[in-house]
Structure formats: C-alpha cells, structure tokens
C-alpha cells in the first residue's frame, strides 16, 4: 500500500469508525481507547492528553473538509466535558491529568506539560473552524495555566506542579507543536515567539550537534547524567522532531535542513539497527533496544518524516522510502485488527504483544494525513504552472 491509498484508508475508514466506536454519546466524550475485539475500554478513565489528542484529530479533519458527518459537534462536547470535569482553579491553575468520564471524579490531579500541550493543539484547531471567541478565552486561560503553573526558574518548563524529575524534552517538543498550530491558525504573536523560545531550547538543549543525537532526560537544571537516565534515546522522537523543524522551517522562512536532516537520519540509523524495517521504542547510543517493544507511533511518526523531508528537499530516495514503509505498516500494524483500527505493539521477535488498541495512536496515524495533502496540493500546482 502507498502512501496515498494509506492516507485513503485512514480518512475512509479509520476516522469514520473510531469516532463512531470510540464515543460515548451518553456523557459526551472519547474512551481511552478500545479492547483488543473492538469494543470500547470499560473503566471510565481517560487521560486528559490522549482525549484532547482525539479532539484534535476531528477538529483539523473538520478544518481540511474531510471529517465524518458529526465528527465536529462531537469533539466541541467532547472538550466542553473534559473543561467542566478535569479543570483545576486556584494558584496553580491547569488540566488533571486524568479523570474518570462517567463519575466526574479527577483521577490524577497532576498538572502536566504534556497534557497542557495537547489541549492548546486542540483548541488551536477548535478555534480555527468554528470560529468561536470561547476558544480563544481558553487558549489565553491555558496558556496562563502553563506559565503560572509550570515555568521552570532554570529554562523552560517543569513537569508538573510539583516539578517531578528527570525532566524531559518530549512535553517540551509538543508544547511546540502547540505553538506551531496556534501560529498557523491565527494566534498572534505571543505564539510565535514561544515557538522560537522553545526551538532555541531544542538547540542548545535537546540536540546533541556533536553526537548527532536527541536527548530525552534530564537533571533540574538541564543536566546529562545517568542519574537522569540520560544515555536513553527515542527514534520515534527524533522522528517527530524532522516533522517539526520541517515545520517551523515553513512559518520562518529560515532553512532548518541541517537539523531536520540529521533528525531523521538519526532516527533511520539508530532506530532500526535491530529492528528493520521498524523503529524500537528505546535505544542507546549504539542503537542497542532498551525495550522488547516497537509500537505503531514510533513508525507513524518515521513515515510522516520520510514524507515531510522528501518533499521539503525534492528527494524521490525519501519519497520512495516512504511507499515501501507505508506498505509494511499496513501488512504489520494495519493488519489483523479490528475494522478500522490498529494493532499497537509487537516485541522485536514480531510477536504482538498489545493489551489494548489506544486511542492515542489515532493522533499520529492522523498527523501524516494533512502532510499528504499538503504535498497533493503542491504538486497539483507545479504541474498547472
């Protein structure tokens, strides 16, 4: 399967079934995610970041024009439940990191980055196609949550409220896609320059120009150390970061090649030394795997930076890459699972090891779909000049 009969399947089949399974009409929210035959997870708990990520997902597809019928009034109640029931005022305001959906009850009262993250990228695209002024209120309400609560004194931002350690750069790199949609869709200025601030950070922090290298953990104030579990590395990271530098590359004008390129190919050395044609979960600086696992997104995220980078450089070595990986993700992970869903994880033996099919998964299936058509739409253009 190509790329494209790929992006083909998900806006066809995977986008109109899971928002048709993975709802629940009668309290008006996504589940976590789905049982191995389908049916919905039974507990109730949802994590704030996987059903803003899902949100997210329905409001952009809406944006593009191709979301399932309903898709739009269902992700807006969807965000009105999880406001209402996961929202924690006072002097350190900010979303619970989960809640329980049916009873109301905050679950993990944590205010992370990470979820903070994923919620601005939600209403980054809520704002955009309903054109309502309540979503902007809650941009600027989260945005004051994330620096009231979480600014760290040594650069960045912390964790959580409690500034939990090691740090990590993972929350760091979503709040910038954050910034990076609130730019696109029309949020002023305030969000650009975080975006540079947090580049900034990615450069003089998080990439190792020397090694060639994406840090993941570490210290209080920024520190390498095998206390922080530093020497541990993420190709599905590294992945993402191509996609957001590519990105960022876009809305600046600046050429960002160097990272971006190195990105991925740290990820393409590293990542599937063990483990052709996938990328393992966690490796070392040797590309020796950490973890029995390799999950869906780590590979979502490989595809969508092959696809990125070969239409950003012109590169038809990349682009053809990405075909034949598209391919061996759909005969691997798109295979043997129920209707228009997925199976998440194998160990490095291809033994499949998931418990669940989680709803965070649709977020980075989703992700390529738009860089797809971006990319349709510029060649279209090129041939009609």
Partial sequence: ???????????????????????DSSVGQFVEGLELDGSPEKSGVVRVRSVARQIYVYAHAAALGIAPQGAIEKAETAFASMRRKAWIPGTKPGFASSFNMRTG?????????????????????LSKVTGSSRYGDHILETSAAVDITLRSPFGGWAEDEAACLPRRQNPHMHYFEACLALWETGHGHQHSARAGELFSLFKSRFWDEELGILREFFGPSWEISGAFQSGRLDPGHMSEWAWLVTIYERLTGVDLSHFATGLLQAALELGRSRSKPFLVDEVSFDGSPLVNRRRLWPQAELLKALVVRGDTAGSADYLAAADEFASQITATYLTGAPHGTWRDAFDLEGNFIATQIPG????????????ILR?????????AN
Wanted: hydrophobic share 50%; with cysteine.
């Fill in 1 to 23: 399967m190509s790329v494209a009969r790929l992006k083909d399947h998900l806006v066809k089949t995977v986008l109109p079934n899971w928002l048709a399974v993975a709802y």
């Fill in 105 to 125: 009850e905050i679950v993990d009262p944590r205010r992370e980055l990470y979820d903070h993250a994923c919620v601005l990228l939600a209403l980054a695209w």
């Fill in 360 to 371: 965070s998964s649709l977020y980075h299936l989703w992700t390529l779909i738009p860089e």
């Fill in 375 to 383: 990319a349709e739409t510029l060649r279209k253009q090129t041939q």
